[in-house]
């Protein structure tokens, strides 16, 4: 049923149980798992070095997401390519989906922030009407 799975990753405790279940289907129908991070920049960058700069600071900043959500699959025997992205949330996960083909996305239902998305509306809805693929959503 899926052939390319996609989980976003964002250290929280959701994305970790959402994890779990992309794991699980990359298991069950032998697909490759990806992961993404996004790295907001809440400017505009005025060089590409700059732009480098931040993408370079964002892999440090998901280090430790990326080294535990491999940890966890190795252990189920799943090897997961993992990706950091600089941009906006939604957007850079839309556009990473349809340039790679991705069959499914799974995400967590809340991530870091919790508050914010209750009051404005939130990634995981923005991602639920904007992917171009199936969303599992795991609460």
Known sequence: MYRKILHGLDGSAGSFKA???????????????HTI????????????GEVIEEK???????GE???????LASKAGVEIAHHVIVGHEVKSIVEFIKMHKFDVLVIGFLGHSA???????????GLVRLAPCSVLVVK
């Open 56 to 62: 370079s600071a964002a892999n440090g900043r998901f």
């Open 37 to 48: 991070s996004i790295e907001e920049v809440p400017h505009y960058a005025g060089t590409i």
């Open 19 to 33: 994890l779990t279940h992309a794991i699980e289907l990359s298991k069950r129908y032998a697909a490759p798992l």
């Open 65 to 71: 997401a990326i080294l535990k959500a491999r940890e």
């Open 115 to 125: 508050l914010y998305d209750r009051i404005m509306g939130g990634t995981c809805q």
